[in-house]
């Protein structure tokens, strides 16, 4: 069972707020990783981290940034929402065991971002 | 070129009967792993079965198995005994070594089981 919690999980806030989605994993991953994904839409990756004071950027542009301060801990920033940032945002961490090529990665629940 | 193709935008099948989710891929590279996960309406993803591009047996779990046939660069999803809790979107995902290890997704398909 994957232990990997994201809250708020809905938020619906105005334009110009600064918002910070949590993720959290238990399970000591060294792996983690922000996707944005529209409603009955692909996952696009946004940021991705593999251990801590490690982040890079994804393939799909994002205003957002990331922090990797603890393995377990990944937030994810957005220092000024717009509407164009409504969209489902999903966690996810894998284990770099054996290279970590066939390990999943176990995703939170998402959390669903409106802004008004 | 998409990496990951789902041509099946949705899919209805009946309660009890097998269904195949259908998903092709494009990589040069000989190392790769394939995944499917399962996306309620709630949003979560549930990851249900890998493939690695060097397994010599099809991937099976449960009631889920792939099939998987490397030369035409395909892994279908099959569904056996389809339940009316199997309704959901699908996606196929890719991880190769061009993408840094990365998971590539396709768009995915809609599944509606009918009672």
């Known amino acids: 069972e994957a232990d990997i919690y994201q809250t708020p999980r809905y938020l619906v806030i105005g334009t110009g707020k600064k918002i910070t989605l949590e993720c959290s994993q238990t399970?000591?991953?060294?792996?983690m990783y922000w996707y944005q994904q529209d409603p009955g839409m692909e996952l696009h990756l946004i940021h991705y981290?593999?251990?801590?004071?490690?982040?890079e950027k994804g393939d799909l542009s994002s205003e957002s940034t990331v922090s990797r301060i603890r393995t377990e801990h990944f937030p994810l920033t957005l220092e000024s929402a717009r509407p164009s940032h409504t969209s489902q945002y999903l966690c996810?961490?894998?284990?770099?065991?054996?290279?970590?090529?066939?390990?999943?990665?176990?995703f939170g629940d998402g959390t669903r971002l409106s802004i008004l | 070129a998409q990496k990951i193709t789902q041509t099946q935008p949705g899919m209805f099948v009946q309660e009890k009967e097998a269904v195949t989710l259908d998903c092709t891929y494009d990589?040069?590279?000989?190392?790769?792993?394939l995944f499917w996960y399962k996306q309620p309406s709630s949003g979560e993803m549930i990851f249900l079965i890998y493939?690695?591009?060097?397994?010599?047996q099809n991937a099976t779990e449960g009631r889920y198995s792939l099939n998987f046939q490397k030369a035409r660069k395909s892994a279908n999803l099959v569904i056996s005994a389809s339940q009316l809790g199997d309704s959901a979107m699908y996606f196929c995902?890719?991880?190769?070594?061009?993408?840094?290890?990365?998971?590539?997704f396709g768009g995915g398909t809609r599944l509606m089981v009918k009672p």
């Open positions: 996810a961490s894998s284990e770099s065991r054996g290279g970590g090529g066939n390990q999943p990665q176990h």
């Open positions: 399970m000591g991953h060294d792996k």
């Open positions: 981290s593999y251990g801590v004071n490690s982040t």
């Open positions: 990589t040069s590279d000989p190392s790769y792993g």
């Open positions: 493939q690695g591009s060097y397994d010599q």
């Open positions: 995902a890719m991880r190769d070594n061009n993408a840094g290890n990365m998971l590539t």
